[in-house]
């Protein structure tokens, strides 16, 4: 299948909701680009996510969180955008990508992502589900603030929440289908 996007859309959701998974696929469909972006921030300030939260703190990553979408919004190229599970604890992150483009929250609870993710030591929330559990429940009502679409992902593999947001974005005129 080859397909053109016509708007940047960003997905959002809690770990293990397969955000970069569908982003890849769809990027791979439209022949475009697929931005992870806590890769990104790695990559502007050549360090790991945990080697920014320990020189920078929370605070720190959360504000080159900010930046990364603001230049990834500047650049004005449609693309698919897979963010970090924390993206909407900044009302402006979720602001600039509302004005960019489009939202797509891929809803999955932490026992759900826990399932899905088969290395926990690159997950350490995930040592706890309990407690991933309550932050996912904290942030849910932001997900679904910032969001203009969900899609739920409990119990359904990656091909298929695939074809749930590509049926999504065709509906809507943001994915035209050149050829199936």
Do not use: W
């Amino acid at each position: 299948m080859k397909a053109k996007l016509n708007k940047t859309v960003y997905f959002i959701g809690f770990m293990g909701a397969g955000k970069t998974t569908v982003a890849r696929r769809l990027a791979k469909a439209c022949s475009c680009e697929c931005i992870d972006v806590d890769f990104y921030i790695q990559r502007m300030h050549d360090k790991t996510i945990p080697e920014i939260f320990e020189e920078f703190g929370e605070k720190g990553f959360r504000n080159f969180e900010t930046e990364a979408l603001e230049e990834i919004a500047n650049a004005n190229k449609p693309r698919f955008v897979s963010c970090g599970g924390g993206v909407i604890t900044r009302d402006e992150n979720a602001a600039i990508m509302k004005k960019d483009g489009i939202v797509i929250h891929l809803y999955s609870d932490a026992k759900n992502g826990a399932r899905r993710i088969s290395n926990k030591d690159s997950r350490p929330l995930f040592k706890n589900v309990r407690q991933a559990q309550k932050l996912f429940l904290e942030r849910l009502p932001k997900y679904r603030k910032a969001c203009d679409y969900e899609i739920i992902t409990t119990r359904k593999n990656s091909g298929r929440v695939y074809h749930e947001v590509l049926d999504l974005l065709e509906d809507e005129g943001i994915i035209e289908i050149i050829e199936k």
